[in-house]
């Protein structure tokens, strides 16, 4: 991959001295001293070019953002012989958000609710490819209920189960019951405007993406950017550190505090927060991961995160009442 990282590099106005791999991208330092960040795109070179412009309007609103580095032909990608899609962006020194430091997490919310709050202005539309409609989470989690079902009639089929499946079936009935009431309560809250609930969101916001630097909290990676409901940026962030926190009820509530200072949630969208906490998604997840894998051996991995699942139910429980 080096030789062919190397002649990528080739196609960029740059020197480079070394390359490094990160998680995901490569980290190259050119000859000035400065590191450039390249990855492979997913994608059109047409959003690679909104993209661009999505990020040069942040930076003209203050926000201390990443930019694409065009190549040498004035190109925001450079495809290569096998037709794989990169970018290079510029790099940003800082630390992750550490998700077990409070401060980190809170600040975390409140970056995120300053970005929902900007990207309000951003005058172009985005295509229809890179919108999500108010009933797409109503359909992911219809898609997600019959794949659950289909895991279990696999399982339940089989003469021999492991340890693994063993636990999925004494537990399904549980999970299923929960998948089902979100669906249903999602379908009763109806669907708002989307004028009011909609706008561009980060698309995948988690500890990763938020970076402390000199310059402040720092959002990276927005190459999967989209039109979406506010609330599903932050219920991907909030759940990811409600799991890590063990649900815990009051930390939760500081965090939506911490957003509705700086960006108002009304009843709708908190109600919307209560339903995507309620839906099952890590059962689902482990799921899905072991149905779609090697199924003649056991899965240790998959054993061990339905166990912690499990442990984690009275919390998490607790916690959905106060959301009701």
């Given amino acids: 991959m080096y030789n062919r990282t190397e002649i990528i590099l080739e196609a960029y106005p740059f020197e480079f001295t070394d390359i490094q791999k990160g998680r995901g991208v490569y980290v190259c330092l050119d000859s000035s001293g400065g590191r450039k960040i390249l990855k492979e795109f997913s994608g059109s070179a047409s959003k690679a ?16 953002v990443e930019q694409i580095v065009y190549t040498k032909e004035g190109q925001p990608l450079f495809t290569d012989v096998d037709g794989i899609r990169y970018y290079m962006r510029t790099w940003m020194e800082g630390r992750e958000c550490d998700t077990r430091n409070r401060e980190d997490v809170l600040c975390a919310v409140r970056r995120l609710a300053q970005f929902h709050l900007k990207t309000a202005g951003f005058a172009e539309k985005l295509p229809e490819t890179m919108c999500r409609m108010p009933d797409f989470l ?43 009431d979100a669906a249903a309560r999602l379908r009763e809250l109806g669907r708002k405007p989307q004028a009011d609930y909609f706008g561009i969101c980060h698309g995948d916001y988690s500890q990763h993406n938020l970076l402390f630097t000199p310059q402040g909290a720092v959002i990276i990676n927005y190459e999967r950017f989209c039109q979406d409901a506010y609330i599903s940026d932050f219920a991907h962030f909030f759940r990811k550190i409600m799991e890590k926190h063990n649900w815990n009820a ?14 108002s949630l009304d009843s709708w969208e908190l109600d919307q927060l209560g339903v995507r906490m309620a839906y099952p998604e890590k059962f689902w997840k482990v799921a899905n991961h072991y149905f779609n894998s090697k ?30």
């Avoid at 992911?140 to 340890?163: D, F």
């Avoid at 939506?256 to 960006?263: E, G, L, N, P």
């Fill in 250 to 263: 009051a930390f939760g509530m500081d965090m939506i505090r911490a957003y509705q200072k700086v960006r």
């Fill in 295 to 324: 199924k003649s051996w056991a899965n240790n991995r998959d054993s061990e995160k339905l166990a912690k699942i499990c442990q984690q139910e009275h919390e998490r429980a607790a916690f959905l009442k106060i959301m009701r």
């Fill in 138 to 180: 109503e359909k992911e989690y219809e898609r997600h209920t019959r794949e659950l079902h289909k895991v279990y009639h696999y399982i339940k089929a089989k003469k021999k189960k492991n340890e693994f499946e063993a636990y999925f079936l004494n537990e399904y009935r549980y999970y299923l019951n929960q998948a089902e």
């Fill in 49 to 64: 070019a909104l993209l661009d412009r999505f990020l040069i309007y942040l930076k003209e609103q203050g926000s201390y």
